[in-house]
């Protein structure tokens, strides 16, 4: 390890930054450092610029760019301290996409054919409480609050705790999930019962299980979640509250799904 990247990386870890979160902007500097030929601490705002216009020439999405020049002005800024060289470079205009959410009918059809009660308590997770899949596979056996029926998410997007809802036919399903696994710490562990279940698994199994059930949509496992907000919204629930359950900072990202609502 280079000692500038060690920098870097310790930089990021000074501002509390997910590992995961790490881990991405690492690549995206390793990704420059790639383009350009030469260490980063070399480069100059035009080779950032060109950099950028190389990415969107590749055909990328406007999130991917922004997380490409969020890394380079980390990098500069706090790594490198060199300030204010990279404000003249524009930021890519903000992308309006409505996320694909499956109908009741669908969700329904979904869990008919899931057939491993371990794969089932997962998937219910995510589509009955609106978790994300990082938050799930974060889950304790502590985590499942069944005398207030909560479900404590800790330390979830920007390293925030909330609860979450815990409905009687989830906290029904995780019983006989508990009483046939025995899971001791994690309350999804992987193959070894003392390791978290793998990140890529859950959306592998998902997409299986949709073309059993003959679902045809693009299918990831935050559809579930997409899917969990949009039908609260269309049973009556208070925008606010969704907001809190899924915990979103804004109120604003939340009323995403007054335009996918019937």
Not at 95 to 119: D, I, M, Q, Y
Not at 173 to 199: H, M, Q, S, T
């Amino acid at each position: 390890m280079t000692p500038l990247r060690k920098r870097f990386i310790d930089d990021l870890r000074l501002k509390n930054f997910s590992d995961s979160t790490i881990k991405v902007y690492v690549q995206a500097i390793e990704k420059f450092a790639k383009f350009l030929g030469r260490s980063p601490d070399e480069s100059t705002a035009e080779d950032v610029r060109a950099f950028l216009i190389h990415e969107l020439d590749r055909g990328l999405s406007r999130s991917y760019c922004v997380i490409q020049q969020n890394a380079l002005r980390h990098l500069y800024l706090d790594t490198l301290g060199r300030t204010d060289e990279l404000q003249s470079i524009p930021r890519p205009k903000r992308e309006r996409r409505l996320p694909v959410v499956l109908s009741r009918e669908e969700v329904r059809r979904l869990f008919a054919v899931t057939g491993n009660l371990k794969h089932k308590a997962l998937l219910m997770v995510a589509y009955d409480a609106g978790l994300r899949l990082s938050e799930i596979l974060n889950l304790c056996i502590q985590d499942i609050d069944s005398q207030r029926m909560v479900i404590r998410v800790r330390q979830g997007k920007g390293k925030k705790d909330r609860y979450t809802r815990l409905s009687a036919g989830l906290l029904k399903l995780l019983r006989e999930y508990w009483r046939e696994y025995r899971p001791e710490a994690w309350l999804f562990p992987g193959a070894c019962r003392n390791k978290r279940y793998d990140i890529a698994t859950p959306g592998h199994i998902l997409k299986k299980l949709c073309r059993k059930a003959g679902i045809t949509k693009r299918v990831s496992m935050h559809t579930l979640r997409h899917s969990f907000a949009t039908h609260l919204l269309e049973a009556g629930t208070n925008l606010r509250v969704i907001q809190q359950l899924l915990g979103h900072s804004s109120i604003q990202t939340t009323c995403l799904y007054t335009h996918i609502s019937i």
